[in-house]
């Protein structure tokens, strides 16, 4: 019976070896014999080996570092004051601190008796116990009723305290780094739908730009104006404005169109599609950073397709830009080509009338007939007139400054017709008063001449009067009288 207990107590041994505990001094017969001093000895050194020896706090291991643990873990508490594992003890203070510290809503310190060394220490033992599954290793008198509390014991007890809590605290951390993954992940998510959902709204703004910008024909602009559509330019357009001018007004109101929307809605595209970079920028950041697969967006939404769609946007903004611009230059060029057509046609109509007036010759009857003839002329090129000053406001409308296809300005040909306008009223005038004083001398031609001579004569030499003045006696009178009949007649 000895030899299979020795046996048994070799083989634990043996096992006990094997964890790397080196035992002296100790062999199967002395605990089969209860040798309690070597026997006592084994324990503590299982109990140094296996609970105290892996402990470890800030480098410092076993003792130092479990009493520095409780060092650490008490320190908030002012009257628990650890400096070893005997005096430091022995009011349940302590072990109720850590308790506290680690579960508050196990015992709630602050309310406890301070000077209750056997409650508060009993107190402790039997939280541990029910709810932290540390067995009552030590009485309350072990602690309590003793000058000083045997040293392994206590810190048997207490290295109990350190894997329990230990143990919690591991649990803990794995606890809140599942919590964070879990944040982490909940962040992902939203952060990916806001993407897709920002992304899929801008594209779809885009796409819906360039859709109706295809359908704009700037080369079929429609002309008469519609007093149903809004104008985004403070002009009035009437009726009687030309096609082009109307035409050069709706492709101006494009090209402001266009220019609030590069300040407006265009920059308002810009923030959003950088920010959409960033976001998508941080959502890899933190799938990389725990080390998870890479996002990618659903067919359409990805970074490639937005720079895609906006390689597309900047083209066509050129496209509408050279387009506009074309247009109102090709406009313009109507409406200089329509002044100029009107200038140099009424300008050459001028200068033919004034050569007929000058070549005028014959008889005065035949020269009557002719004049008459070129009169009736003046009233369709004043209309002419008309027409080439509309040009010309339209011209000025249009911002036309220059036009290579004409040298005559509206102020040139107004002064012309009316140096025109006066020549043939002159010259009628003056062969009427031909014909009157031939038909009341019947002079001849040569007679009135050399009347005509004489009377520039006299008028160079005649006394001033006044209309209602008699002069100095009454031959001034008649003088007078006789210079007016002479300016009807001769003009």
Known sequence: MRVQKAENVNKALDFINSRGVKLTNIGPED?????????????????????????????????????????????????????????????????????????????????????????????????????????????????????????????????????????????????????????????????KNEYELRMRKLLAEIHSTLGSWSETDFTSIPTSPDPEAPSSSSRAVTPSQSGPLRTYYALKDHAADFAKYKQTRKRGWVQEKSDLAMLYSNIQTKLKTYGLREYIPPDGL?????????????????????????????????????????????????????AEISALDGPLEDQQVAIKMIESRLSPLRDVLTRLETADDECRS??????????????????????????????????????????????????????????????????????????ANGEAAQAYDFETWLDGVFV
């Open 31 to 191: 605990i089969v014999d209860g040798n309690m001093k070597l026997i006592l000895g084994m324990i503590w050194t299982l109990i140094l080996r296996f609970t105290i020896a892996d402990i470890s706090e800030e480098g410092l291991s076993a003792k130092e570092g479990l009493l520095l643990w409780c060092q650490r873990k008490t320190e908030p508490y002012d009257e628990v004051n650890v400096q070893d594992f005997t005096f430091s003890w022995k009011d349940g203070l302590a072990l109720c601190a850590l308790i506290h510290r680690h579960r508050p809503d196990l015992i709630d310190y602050h309310s406890l008796n301070k000077t209750d060394r056997h409650g508060n220490t009993q107190l402790a033992f039997d939280v541990a116990e029910q709810h932290l599954g540390i067995p009552q290793l030590l009485e309350v008198a072990d602690l309590c009723d003793v000058e000083k509390p045997d040293e392994r014991s206590v810190m048997t007890y207490v290295a109990s305290y350190f894997h329990a809590f230990s143990s919690m605290d591991q649990a803990e951390t794995v606890s809140r780094r599942v919590e964070k993954f879990a944040e982490l992940m909940q962040s992902v998510w939203l952060s």
């Open 302 to 354: 990805t970074p490639t397709d937005m720079t895609m769609e906006w390689s597309r946007l900047l083209y066509a903004e050129a496209q509408r830009f050279r387009a506009i611009n074309a247009q109102i230059r090709d406009i313009k060029e109507v409406l200089r080509h329509k002044y100029a057509t009107i200038a140099n046609d009424l300008e050459r109509n001028l200068r033919d009338i004034t």
């Open 398 to 471: 249009a911002n036309i400054e220059e036009n290579e296809y004409t040298i005559f300005t509206r102020e040139d040909l107004q002064f012309e017709y009316g140096l025109v306008e006066s020549a043939v009223i002159k010259k009628l005038k003056f062969i009427d008063n031909q014909i009157v004083s031939r038909n009341m001398s019947n002079l001849t031609p040569a007679q009135l001449e050399q009347f005509e001579s004489t009377f520039h004569y006299l008028k160079s030499t005649m006394p001033q009067v006044t209309v209602n003045g008699t002069g």
